[in-house]
């Protein structure tokens, strides 16, 4: 089945939606919940979620098999579903780390508990399986979410300060120009590593590594990039168009880096993207070199990413559209401070620039 | 197990409630009219049933309004 025909079967098939005094149990993914989070998803988005999975049952049993999704769903006893929520595989190169999102409640259970226990079902898995540690992306343009995160007992890593389009966002009525994004960890399982600092962000690392407790050799980064063969880095490129965001993940460094980029940024400039965020593994001991190439064409600091690669990464972003930082409402005084920090470093670019 | 307003009040600013908010809340007062909202209030309730080892039902949540009515919820059950 495909998004066109699921979304006609659902348009389609009548359904009356649970009033809300029913009691529901929350519960794991099985196969009979499938066509439950479809129409769940249906209710809450329409026709105009992104992601053609959620309203495709089959689709959604083979990925809960496959481990890229992990739902949380809250049934009633007729088998409504209710509220779901999950653990996924996302962006990051590394498995075992999961982005939890995916939050979705029947309006008429909001007034209940019922997401904040979907929740907390999901975080019994964190630790659990292949899952050793967790992530979310809270927006900027309201602080609701970001409250939610707080059940998630992550911590602020990480800011996007003008990540998606506000069009986005529409149904919140709450947003213009681009919406900032705040990134908050929390790693449960690890293994000691060495991670290579880059010199000029030493204080700011010091200060997004605290309260993650992780055990690390840290040093600074002191080599330069590698000479390859061929002189050819490897920047694995994830473009979203709609959003104007490209994610590169830089595989391998090389003495040809600042060329590719610019090669990258004159073709995506072209296309109209607004954003480009360069994701680096801090586990390289040529880390302070990428940063520096990085720093030299207008990339400014977004953050500490723990375990992004298995390693550490760190994110860098250049801006091909101004942030709105005045716009950008945080809850945390973590938040803020770590906003301050990106503002100072996005001037930096600037004014290098 | 018995339970202070003091540490009912620690347990709001261990989920991140704003001090200022915590430090100033009537403990008789609903919640909700005191600058706690609905995005908050869930969460106390996950780290009050943790804190306390009690279960709270959605019929149980609406009807913990105050301080006093957590106090009370956990000495009922001592």
Redesign the interface.
Known sequence: MDRVEALRQLRETPWTAPDGSEKYTVGYFEPTAAAGIARLSYTVYGEGYPVDTYYIPERLIEENERGNIRSVVARTASSDVVAHGALYRSSPPNPNLYEYGLAMTLPSFR??????RVT?AAMKLVGTDNIDGIFSEGVCNHI?TQ??S??LKGVETALEPALMPADAYTTEQSSEGRVACVISFRVVRDQRRVIFLPRPYLAELEFMMSGLALDRELRVSQDALPALPEASSVIDVRRFASAGVARCTLTTPGDDLATRLLELESELAQQDYALIQVFVNLGQASSGAVVDALRGQGYSLGGFLPTWFGEDGLLLQKHLVSPDFEGIKL??DRAKALLEIVRCDWLRAQNNG | MSVTIAALKELMLA??LDAELVRQLDPARPLIQQGVD???Y??F??AFEEAYGVA?S?AD?LRLKTLDDFMNFVAARA
Not at chain 1, 111 to 116: D, E, G, R
């Open positions: 007034a209940s508990m019922v997401f904040a907390q609701i409250k939610f707080a059940l809850y945390s | 989920t991140g609905s995005v908050d869930p969460g309730i996950l709270v959605d949540s």
